[in-house]
């Protein structure tokens, strides 16, 4: 069963930078495509970006690209999210997952079957 703990979350200023990690424990991240959400106070848990095993596929919304990239150390079963650039409206907890079955390219919540318990990040104007 693999178990997801994030970190690296606080509170930053306006254009200010973060750079959130999820490391895996408890099983292998194996050729399991690795995402980041986030969830605001009232609103749905919003898809952040999404990184394929091997590290050659990503996507991100619009709302972030240019300012967040995803990457991973297979070796230390960890994920990142570096934040750049950082808005307000980015304020939200932040929480890693693992797709729910190795080799799949998950498109929707669903299709992650791991997930941690989230790292508060908040901006401040």
């Known amino acids: 069963q693999v178990q997801l703990v994030e970190s690296g979350g606080g509170l930053v200023q306006t254009g200010g930078s973060l750079r959130l990690s999820c490391v895996a424990s408890?099983?292998?991240?194996?050729?399991?495509?690795m995402g980041w959400f986030r969830q605001a106070p009232g609103k749905e848990r919003e898809f952040v970006a999404v990184l394929s095993w091997g590290g050659s596929t990503t996507d991100y919304p619009d709302s972030v690209k240019g300012r967040f990239t995803i990457s991973r150390d297979n070796a230390k079963n960890t994920v990142y999210l570096q934040m750049n650039s950082l808005k307000p409206e980015d304020t939200a907890i932040y929480y890693c997952a693992a797709s729910r079955y190795p080799s799949t390219w998950p498109t929707q919540k669903d299709d992650y079957g791991y997930w941690g318990q989230g790292t508060q990040v908040t901006v401040s104007s």
């Open positions: 408890g099983g292998s991240l194996s050729r399991r495509a």
